[in-house]
């Protein structure tokens, strides 16, 4: 079993930055993939960014250029940094990590941009 703790959301305005974290409670270092998805209030559920085993990243197209997604193998963390934000991006974010076996969550953090 691995915990997922996610930290750094909250409220900011157009155009603002905001940087989230993951922290798991196992390793990090060979898993298959990890990232983040969100899900807005009557939406599905959408991939945000992941990041691969190797370090390749994958964005969605509404977030490329403005988001990076990055990994810190030594402290089990991997991190969201959000520029530019836009009041599109108001979200729960959910933290995930895909080991192979299980996906495992995070219980989510609200970002919420005002205009």
């Known amino acids: 079993q691995v915990q997922l703790v996610e930290s750094g959301g909250g409220l900011v305005q157009a155009g603002g930055s905001l940087r989230l974290s993951c922290a798991a409670s196992?390793?990090?270092?060979?898993?298959?993939?990890m990232g983040w998805y969100r899900q807005a209030p009557g939406k599905q559920r959408e991939l945000v960014a992941r990041?691969?085993?190797?370090?390749?990243?994958d964005y969605a197209g509404s977030v490329k250029g403005r988001f990076t997604i990055s990994r810190d193998n030594a402290k089990n963390t991997v991190y969201l940094q959000m520029n530019s934000l836009e009041p599109e991006d108001t979200a729960v974010y959910y933290c995930?990590?895909?080991?192979?076996?299980?996906?495992?969550w995070g219980q989510g953090t609200q970002v919420t941009v005002s205009s």
């Open positions: 196992a390793s990090i270092f060979s898993i298959n993939h």
């Open positions: 990041i691969t085993r190797g370090g390749s990243a």
């Open positions: 995930y990590l895909n080991n192979y076996e299980y996906v495992y």
